[in-house]
């Protein structure tokens, strides 16, 4: 009996009444809008806990309840409900701990905004709609909770909604993620379609697809679709464009979107329905070489910007595409899964390390630091270990996630997708040593750098957490102990020699930061610094491949043009139209109000001239006769 499962209910429940408090306090409740929602979050995190303790257990059973019917057409019925399994068990803990802490550092980073019980708010609404994402108990279910994310993250990146990229920035996130979501609602429709009984709960996708009810182009054309959904989510290649300008929202909200939320939603969907996948090859290769190509080719934009929080988004891409990659490689989802678990610990570490940074010098441009390291010591050692995790050195945890995930690809003879990722993995190795050392070391560079100070404790504990958390996490699952995979999926992972995997990556994270350190480090920043943009190669990076303005002149230039012509022609051609016969029966009154003035005179000069008219139509004819 599964008692912690029966109440997990309670788990997004917490948020939601902390959205609806805030709501409704509004401004005024600026001093209690923080600890409901922290207060609520951490409710959130104690039942998460105590259900995944309850996971661990030996014999386990999934726990579905989905008596609440919500709609009934016919012999047709929708039940609404919520299930756990160790899947989204796993992703409770993750979600609700990343919020707790991001919550827990708000306080002071957002201490003084006017709007903070607002922003309290909106983070509580996106809390509950991921959670209610990750519980869900049916495909349609999930996609009311995804759209409701997209919301949040709408609210939450244009929170300075008085600062113009803020506004863009939102709106940017919101559209193109909505491309994803179409295909996803393309996907729930023809699963419907073909679904025996129409069902969409995830037990029953499970038992058809695995008797191959559902096969072939089907199957693939379903996956593919819900891949889309994925993409748009997750910021994969070539819908990424909308994260690292998600940046202009808050930082804490930079590390909940970035970290084990938002971005992580389109993972633990392909995840969630690995199923579809397993039953099209196709679609298991479009995910790796999608995921592959994206890893790569967000590192290599990473190595050339300025802005600290956009290099960790581009982090954020190229991780991401690490997860899909594995999920397209692996029999299973435990590697994937394994780097989105370590991931959201050393990511969420990262950015909340940058807002600290950013808290004290007032500037996100890593030229104009230096030096930090004697004035913030918690802040640099805790960045030190995020970031090597984050370069995949052992024996922090990123270390053996992406070893998992390399392991999987030189298992499966997929060598060129496991030397794409040893490739992303020294670029990752080489940013994050430039950014280290252009920030905390050398000589200070930023005018802003003597009145830089350590952050209060209210946002270093959440750093230390998570610090120890971006070490400890990664040993749940090493070449030596395979528990988490086993946890996760049921049954004992398959044993691949990693020895020559974990000394390649291991090599190559190392001469990245060497290198890294050779350009960047000491004395040799202000030079590096000082001398960077002069190639065309640097731009091009710089610029992101010119990405958003390929977009630009391809998609919105044209879509612009293309609404200014139907524009155009609703207000001169369909207006006209009414316009002319509005007119025409205006006119036609008026006329008639002449006609009927009510003076006799007239009245008797009309009857004459239609008299005459008459007579002369008379006469006309007979002399027309006779002639």
């Known amino acids: 009996m599964e008692a912690f499962a029966q109440i997990a209910w309670l788990i997004p429940l917490f948020p939601l009444i902390a959205f609806l408090a805030s709501l409704a306090a509004g401004r005024g409740g600026k001093n209690v809008g923080p600890y409901v929602g922290i207060l609520a979050t951490f409710a959130s995190f104690i039942v998460s806990v105590l259900v995944f303790a309850e996971r661990l257990g030996r014999g386990a059973q999934d726990y579905t309840w989905n008596s609440l019917e919500w709609i009934k057409l016919g012999n047709y019925s929708l039940a609404m409900g919520y299930e756990i399994n160790n899947l989204n068990a796993l992703m409770l803990i993750v979600v609700s701990l990343v919020s707790l802490l991001v919550n827990i550092y708000s306080k002071e980073y957002m201490k003084g905004d006017e709007r903070i019980s607002v922003y309290y708010g909106y983070v509580a609404l996106f809390t509950f709609a991921m959670l209610g994402v990750v519980m869900s108990e049916n495909l349609l279910q999930l996609y009311i909770f995804w759209e409701l994310v997209g919301l949040g993250s709408f609210l939450l990146i244009g929170f300075w909604y008085y600062k113009p990229e803020a506004k863009a920035a939102a709106k940017k996130a919101f559209v193109i993620t ?152 692996s029999a299973t989802v435990s590697a994937g899964m394994f780097h989105l678990f370590t991931h959201a610990f050393f990511k969420a570490l990262l950015f909340l390390a940058a807002g600290s940074v950013i808290h004290a010098v007032h500037t996100q441009n890593i030229r104009e630091m230096g030096g930090l390291s004697s004035k913030m010591k918690i802040t640099t050692w805790t960045f030190a270990i995020g970031a090597l995790a984050l370069s995949g050195i052992p024996p922090f945890s990123g270390f053996w996630s992406k070893d998992a995930i390399l392991s999987e690809a030189y298992a499966g003879g997929h060598i ?106 000491g004395s040799r920043a202000a030079g590096a610094v000082s001398a960077g943009g002069g190639s065309w190669l640097y731009r091009l990076v710089n610029r992101k491949y010119y990405i958003d303005e390929l977009y630009d002149v391809v998609f919105v230039k044209p879509l612009k043009a293309l609404g200014s012509a139907l524009t155009a022609f609703d207000r001169n051609v369909v207006d006209g139209i009414v316009r002319l016969c509005a007119e025409a029966v205006t006119g036609l009154g008026r006329l008639g109000s002449r006609m009927q003035n009510g003076q006799v005179q007239t009245y008797g000069l009309v009857m004459l001239l239609c008299l005459v008219a008459l007579t002369l139509v008379f006469v006309g004819r007979r002399l027309w006769n006779v002639w």
Not at 208 to 236: D, H, N, R
Not at 429 to 435: D, E, G, N, Q, T
């Open 416 to 521: 060129v997708l496991f030397v794409v990722g040893l490739i992303a993995a020294f670029f990752t190795a080489f940013y994050m040593s430039r950014l280290f050392f252009l920030v905390f070391t050398g000589k200070p560079r930023g005018e802003h750098h003597g009145h830089a100070h350590e952050s209060p404790p209210v946002m270093t504990v959440p750093l230390l957490i998570l610090a120890v958390l971006a070490v400890v996490s990664g040993f749940a699952m090493t070449p030596f102990n395979g528990w988490f995979g086993e946890w996760l999926t049921g049954h004992a992972p398959e044993e691949h020699s990693a020895s020559l995997v974990m000394v390649l990556s291991t090599v190559v994270g190392l001469l990245g930061i060497g290198l890294g350190y050779r350009m960047y480090g």
């Open 178 to 329: 909505r491309i994803g979501d179409v295909g996803l609602f393309l996907a729930i429709l023809l699963l419907f379609w073909h679904m025996p009984g129409h069902s969409l709960d995830f037990t029953n996708i499970h038992n058809a697809f695995a008797e191959g009810k559902i096969s072939g182009g089907t199957a693939t054309l379903i996956a593919l679709l819900i891949f889309v959904g994925a993409v748009g989510k997750s910021g994969q290649f070539p819908l990424h464009t909308w994260l690292p300008d998600a940046m202009e929202g808050p930082t804490p909200i930079s590390a909940l979107i970035h970290a084990a939320t938002m971005v992580a939603a389109g993972v633990y969907l392909v995840a969630r329905t690995f199923d579809i996948f397993q039953a099209s090859p196709a679609a298991l290769d479009t995910v790796a070489y999608v995921g592959a190509f994206t890893a790569i080719f967000a590192a290599t934009i990473g190595v050339a910007q300025n802005d600290i929080k956009r290099i960790l988004a581009y982090s954020t891409v190229s991780q991401l595409g690490y997860m899909m990659m594995a999920l397209g490689v």
